[in-house]
Structure formats: structure tokens, C-alpha cells
């Protein structure tokens, strides 16, 4: 049986009480805490860096998921597996030499991931999906939580799910952005097992995982 996994996306958090915030996503049983880092530059918005994520992973027992948002990421590779990354993804539109960027984040012992923004082909992947631990669909454009789902990247997650069957990879799927109760079981159709919720997640934590492990059938 293929194991969905529910990532909280804390942008949408309440930070004046982050501590309390993570304590609940624990109690709650979400399985990773997906960390959005923006620099101002790839994406018109600014979050947390290196020395946060460190405090984060300080208080917290479940692994982190840094997703950067970062135009130059080869300089934030080390940064941000020193503070403790379980994985960390990379946008494709933001390097060239996206193979040796892979590269350096698993020389680092942690997952390497690429993310590609809504207007990028799953097909520009193709030649990376051997090397990769996962991808990242982004379903709204990168920078902001609460916007909504871009329909067409249903069809991404199709396209890769298909990909990695027959081509007999083991990469996970990850969709980030807009993802609520209502569509996310045509995301998990579609071949995403790993979701990432922010904004619909926090409205009511221990509300939207006990129905999100209803919708995946697993017993908590
Ligand atoms: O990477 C991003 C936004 O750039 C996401 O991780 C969002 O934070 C998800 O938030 P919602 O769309 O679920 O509110
Ligand atoms: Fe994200």
C-alpha cells in the first residue's frame, strides 16, 4: 500500500506562537513540516532563513522539508542541511546546472527534490528524474499561501506519476499550493503522495487531519 503523507505548511502559521503551533501539527499526526524559504528575489516575498529553520528543528520531532525559494540555491545547499533539512527542493527554473545541484544536496545525506513553478512542463524533468528522491508540483505561483489551485497541474502529477512507472523510478510526488480537503483526492489519484497544505490546514488542525486520514483511509 502506497503511504500518503500530510506536510504542514507553517507560512500559514501563526508565528507570535510558533512553538505552539508545531507542538499541535505533532499532536495532530502530520508527518513532516514543510518550511517555505523566499528571499525577495525568486519570489516577491521574504521568510526565514538558515538560523530559524535551526531553531525549528531544535523544538521539533517531526523532519523538515525546506522548500527554497531562492534565486542562487548551490549557496544555501549547506546552510540549510546543517540546520537540519530532512530534504530540501529546488526550483528548476532557478539553476542551470540543476543535475550538479542534485548532486550536492545528496552528497549531503538528505532528500533532493525538484520543483517546477506552474508554467513549467513536467517533460523539462525528464533527464533529472533518475537522480532525484522527488518533485514538487507547485499548483499556485510561488511566494504567498491561501491562492488557488492551478487545475492543469493535475495533469503534472499524472505526467510524472506515469514517468516514474514506467521508467521504474522511486521518486515521491509532492503537490504544494491550494491543496484543501475537496481536491485532494483527485491529487492522490492523480499519483501525488506527498501533500503539502498551509492555509486550509490551520483554519482547524486536528479537524483537517482527522478528515484528511479519512480520505486516505489510514487510522491515526
Ligand atoms: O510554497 C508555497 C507558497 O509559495 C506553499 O508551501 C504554500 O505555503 C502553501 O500554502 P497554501 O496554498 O496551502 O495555503
Ligand atoms: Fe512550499
Not at 99 to 109: A, G, H, S, Y
Not at 120 to 133: E, G, R, W
Not at 141 to 158: A, C, D
Request: aromatic letters at 8%.
Amino acid at each position: 500500500m502506497i503511504q500518503i503523507k500530510l506536510l504542514a505548511s507553517i507560512l500559514s502559521c501563526n508565528f507570535l506562537r510558533l512553538e505552539n503551533e508545531i507542538k499541535e501539527i505533532q499532536d495532530s499526526g502530520c508527518d513532516m513540516l514543510h518550511l517555505d524559504i523566499m528571499d525577495g528575489h525568486f519570489v516577491p516575498n521574504i521568510t526565514i532563513g538558515p538560523d530559524i529553520v535551526k531553531q525549528i528543528h531544535s523544538i521539533s520531532n517531526l523532519a523538515l522539508d525546506v522548500h527554497l525559494m531562492v534565486e542562487n540555491p548551490s549557496f544555501w545547499i549547506e546552510k540549510f542541511a546543517n540546520a537540519g533539512a530532512y530534504s530540501i527542493s529546488v526550483h528548476q527554473e532557478a539553476d542551470i546546472h540543476l543535475n550538479r545541484l542534485i548532486n550536492t544536496i545528496k552528497e549531503k545525506k538528505i532528500r533532493a527534490l525538484v520543483s517546477i513553478n506552474p508554467a513549467t512542463s513536467p517533460i523539462v524533468l525528464d533527464y533529472i528524474l533518475d537522480y532525484v528522491d522527488g518533485v514538487l508540483v507547485m499548483s499556485v505561483n510561488p511566494g504567498f499561501g491561501g491562492q488557488k489551485f492551478i487545475e492543469n497541474s493535475l495533469r503534472k502529477i499524472e505526467y510524472l506519476a506515469k514517468y516514474k512507472y514506467t521508467n521504474n523510478l522511486d521518486y515521491v510526488i509532492q503537490v504544494d499550493g491550494g491543496v484543501n480537503l475537496n481536491n485532494i483526492k483527485n491529487l492522490i489519484d492523480a499519483g501525488a503522495n506527498e501533500i503539502i497544505v498551509g492555509s486550509a490546514l490551520f483554519k482547524n488542525i486536528h479537524e483537517f487531519v482527522r478528515k484528511f486520514k479519512e480520505l486516505t483511509r489510514i487510522v491515526v
